[in-house]
């Protein structure tokens, strides 16, 4: 049974940084794609990044700069660093996966293992 754990949410002023982890459990992250999906309330799952093999990385343009994407391949724990807050980057915060290669943008129906998410607001 694969599962994905989200962590590293919470509030935080525009500017500051937020570190999210998602841990798998009966899941290993090599040779896979590794997405970061957000979701603010009234709309849709949007990607913000993603990574595949530990070194290839998308981001979307708002976030180019502000976000890094990596892999502790060890602690089979993926990472979304977030710098350079803006109160537009409030909203819940996903992180998916699946077997195949990945394509940029990120497609959500790509992706069928997801996590619970975190919410990271921004004021």
């Known amino acids: 049974h694969v599962q994905l754990v989200e962590s590293g949410g919470g509030s935080v002023q525009a500017g500051g940084s937020l570190r999210l982890s998602c841990v798998a459990s009966g899941y290993v992250y090599k040779n896979k794609c590794m997405a970061w999906f957000r979701q603010a309330p009234g709309k849709e799952r949007e990607g913000v990044a993603a990574?595949?093999?530990?070194?290839?990385?998308y981001y979307a343009d708002s976030e180019k700069g502000r976000f890094t994407s990596s892999q502790d391949y060890a602690k089979n724990t993926l990472y979304l660093q977030m710098n350079s807050l803006k109160p537009e980057d409030t909203a819940m915060y996903y992180c998916t996966a699946h077997g195949g290669g990945c394509r940029f943008p990120p497609l959500k129906a790509d992706f069928g293992v997801w996590g619970q998410g975190t919410q990271v607001t921004v004021s």
């Open positions: 990574i595949y093999s530990g070194d290839i990385t």
